[in-house]
C-alpha cells in the first residue's frame, strides 16, 4: 500500500497514511487534520477490520468504541471485504 493516500469519504477527502499515529495504536483518526493512521504489516484480515473500524468512526463520529468495536456490522463488513478481494485475484 502506498505511503500516503488520498481518498474522498463523505464529500471531503482524508489522508490516509500507513504509519502508527501519534498514539500508536493500530489505527486512528485525526479529525482535525483528516488523516486517517493505519498501522502497516498486518494480515489482511486485520488490515481490512482495522481500516473498516477507523472507517466507521469518520462516518459516524457520535458511535462509542464499544458500539463500532462489538457491533455485528463491523465483523459483516470486513468478511464482505475480504471476500470482494478474493473475488478479484
Known sequence: ???????????????????????KRVGEVDFDKRILYIRPKQSQF???ST?????L??????????VIEN???MYFLTEKILKMVEAEK
Not at 51 to 55: A, F, G, Q, Y
Not at 57 to 66: F, K, S
Open 1 to 23: 500500500m502506498k505511503q500516503n493516500k488520498k481518498i474522498l469519504i463523505n464529500g471531503e477527502y482524508w489522508t490516509l497514511k500507513t504509519k502508527y499515529g501519534p498514539r
Open 46 to 48: 486485520e488490515l481490512v
Open 51 to 55: 481500516i473498516v473500524h477507523e472507517l
Open 57 to 66: 468512526h469518520i462516518i459516524y463520529p457520535y458511535l462509542d468504541e464499544d
Open 71 to 73: 457491533g455485528e456490522g
